[in-house]
């Protein structure tokens, strides 16, 4: 097996880098994956092949530059990373509304 990367990830993943794996199949043919640079790095770090219906959470997000050291990542089931970006994104402050001041006409 071949990995390459990591390689910086699409608007799809939300720009988070991801390692490309280049398997030769017993036929010849060869199958290409990706997977999440932190889910890599978690689990060369514990040793531990993480199950699909788990992914790896970033506790602090700030911002899609990625803070990817061991302490700053979690384990959690897809259903509960899902809720908790749910739950990020409404409550996220809203920006101030800008008020225009109306032109008012002066009286010859």
């Given at each position: 097996?071949?990995?390459?990367?990591?390689?910086?990830?699409?608007?799809?993943?939300?720009?988070?880098?991801?390692?490309?794996?280049?398997?030769?199949?017993?036929?010849?043919?060869?199958?290409?994956?990706?997977?999440?640079?932190?889910?890599?790095?978690?689990?060369?770090?514990?040793?531990?092949?993480?199950?699909?219906?788990?992914?790896?959470?970033?506790?602090?997000?700030?911002?899609?530059?990625?803070?990817?050291?061991?302490?700053?990542?979690?384990?959690?089931?897809?259903?509960?990373?899902?809720?908790?970006?749910?739950?990020?994104?409404?409550?996220?402050k809203a920006a101030p509304k800008k008020t225009t001041k109306k032109a008012v006409k002066k009286k010859p």
């Amino acid at each position: 097996m071949k990995i390459f990367g990591p390689y910086k990830g699409s608007k799809q993943n939300g720009g988070r880098p991801i390692y490309v794996f280049k398997r030769k199949k017993k036929d010849g043919s060869v199958e290409t994956t990706s997977s999440n640079k932190a889910r890599v790095d978690y689990e060369k770090a514990t040793g531990k092949t993480l199950p699909k219906d788990s992914e790896v959470d970033h506790k602090n997000n700030k911002g899609r530059v990625g803070d990817d050291r061991i302490s700053n990542l979690r384990v959690l089931k897809k259903k509960d990373n899902v809720a908790l970006e749910n739950k990020r994104r409404t409550t996220k402050k809203a920006a101030p509304k800008k008020t225009t001041k109306k032109a008012v006409k002066k009286k010859p």
